[in-house]
């Protein structure tokens, strides 16, 4: 059985005004390239729980446990050092850069020559057979396709950790399938811990991991 690459130990949250109300408890683990699903209604503490794992809980939350990446607790950490990458289920590209350029924002704090980041960029476009759009502006894009650059974008900046915030919530049905399809099979083939959020049962059975609720309840589909 593969080491986890993404562990939370007995990872509680809650408002300190009501201590006694768990918002999250949850102990995971989660194998590069497998896919864990946090599934709940709306208000359930899917948010909350997604805030708690990057770091950015409001100040009138507390939290309690550890978060584990690659066998280092990451607890202490700011959000940018965590090594966790996050697709929301709006794209968020920025309207006045290229596609080629969003993709490139992502490689900003990495090292490398010109010539090395180019090829990075149109690695990315390649693998989300995308060749040829990074002069294209974002607008000019389908709603599947600037889903593909923002996971290529998130994938740009090596997260070792991929959460997914109901990233096709907004999507049409066939479209949907499509994407999520993508969106999976690249975590799986780069080996990222995956832990996706949605309320769709349909989401949660294309990813074929462990369903739980924020409260780390098991969720039968």
């Known amino acids: 059985m593969p080491d986890p690459g993404f562990q939370t130990k007995d990872l509680r949250v809650w408002r300190r005004d009501s201590p006694q109300k768990l918002l999250v408890d949850l102990s995971l683990s989660v194998a590069p390239g497998e ?17 708690a794992l990057i770091g950015s809980l409001p100040p009138d939350f507390a939290q309690s446990g550890d978060i584990v990446v690659n066998g280092q607790s990451v607890c202490d950490l700011p959000p940018h050092l965590r090594r966790i990458g996050l697709m929301f289920q709006d794209d968020i590209l920025f309207p006045h850069l290229s596609v080629a350029e969003n993709l490139g924002f992502a490689l900003k704090s990495q090292r490398g020559d010109r010539k090395a980041r180019a090829a990075k960029i149109e690695e990315a476009l390649a693998a989300a057979n995308l060749a040829g759009f990074g002069p294209r502006d974002p607008a000019s894009l389908s709603g599947g396709q600037r889903s593909r650059v ?8 090596d997260p070792k950790v991929l959460l997914l915030d109901e990233p096709f ?11 999520r399809g993508f969106v999976l099979e690249q975590a799986k083939i780069r080996a990222i811990p ?7 049962a349909q989401d949660a059975r294309a990813a074929g991991g462990p369903v739980v609720s924020p409260t780390g309840v098991p969720v039968a589909l």
């Open 35 to 51: 896919v864990l699903t946090i599934m709940g209604p709306s208000g359930s503490g899917k948010s909350t729980a997604l805030s």
């Open 169 to 179: 919530s907004r999507l049409d049905a066939e479209l949907r399938a499509s994407v």
């Open 194 to 200: 995956v832990v996706l959020v949605t309320h769709d």
């Open 150 to 157: 923002a996971l290529m974008r998130s994938l740009l900046a």
